[in-house]
């Protein structure tokens, strides 16, 4: 086990982050995992061999965060490898979504993410090397979803504060990447995981029929294998350099790519003029 990094995984009691944790676990890296439900976590992996560590910890409270990252590094010895992993989605129009529906979805999906960042860096800062792995989605590189804004906007936010964060700590001998997962075939899109709106608005439609089509159609079709991309963050994890944008997915990358396209025919179309704009030289 002294060659084997250590890890902290958040909501790793179902979906992408319970995959991780598998998979972790059976190739012997020592691993502490984070669930606001500690139970339903201990329930999901079964008793390890002294490598595995089941935290309870809440996204929303600084210190619960602070004492699952003190326990990790007295327990297991260390930290070296932070996977931000929790968070939800919320589907609803921006017109029809309430300032507290709002909040909620950043407090956890980018305020959590945060404080995990700054509890984590300084021992990893300090034992100057570091692996860290922030989960945004496709859905933080386009937000063209119909109903999906406030979540692409939390995760808009994440990719953002990663490619901060790895200019900040690369001195360090830290990298950081920001992994845009496409649709993968995990409870994300159950109503365990996905915030609806207390007050739909009739207009709406178009996301009425998003909202129905993530619910009813793509959930449980998802194209992509978690247990894949369980495996590739461990390589990735292991190669020399990380990259900063670690798309998961051939939908991801489609997407992305028609993003890219669409940024690149704005800018020519405008360029004449948007860069006609800087004051003339008497």
Known sequence: MATKNIWFVTGASKGLGLTLVHHLLARGYAVAATSR???????????SNGHFLPLHMDLGNEDSIRQAIATTISTLGGL???????GYGQV????????????????????????????????LRQQGTGRVFNISSVGGFTGNFPGWGVYCATKFAVAGLTESYAAEVKDF???????????????????????TPQHPLPEYQAVRDSQAAHEQ???????????????LLVQTSEAE??????????????????????VQQDMQQWQEVATATNFVAA
């Open 241 to 262: 350099q990380q990259p900063l944008h670690l798309f998961l997915g051939a939908d991801a990358y489609q997407m992305a790519e028609q993003k890219i396209a669409a």
């Open 37 to 47: 439900n500690l139970e339903e976590l201990k329930q999901a992996v079964p008793p």
């Open 92 to 123: 609803g129009a921006l017109e029809e979504l309430s300032d507290q529906e709002a909040r909620k979805n950043f407090d956890v999906n980018v305020f959590g993410l945060l404080h995990v960042l700054r509890h984590a860096t300084p021992h």
């Open 173 to 195: 001998g830290v990298q950081a990447s920001v992994v845009y997962p496409g649709y993968f075939r995990t409870d994300f899109l159950t109503s365990g995981s996905l915030g």
């Open 217 to 231: 159609q793509i959930n449980g079709n998802q194209p992509g294998d978690p247990e894949k991309a369980a495996a």
């Open 80 to 86: 070296d490898v932070v996977v931000n992993n929790a």
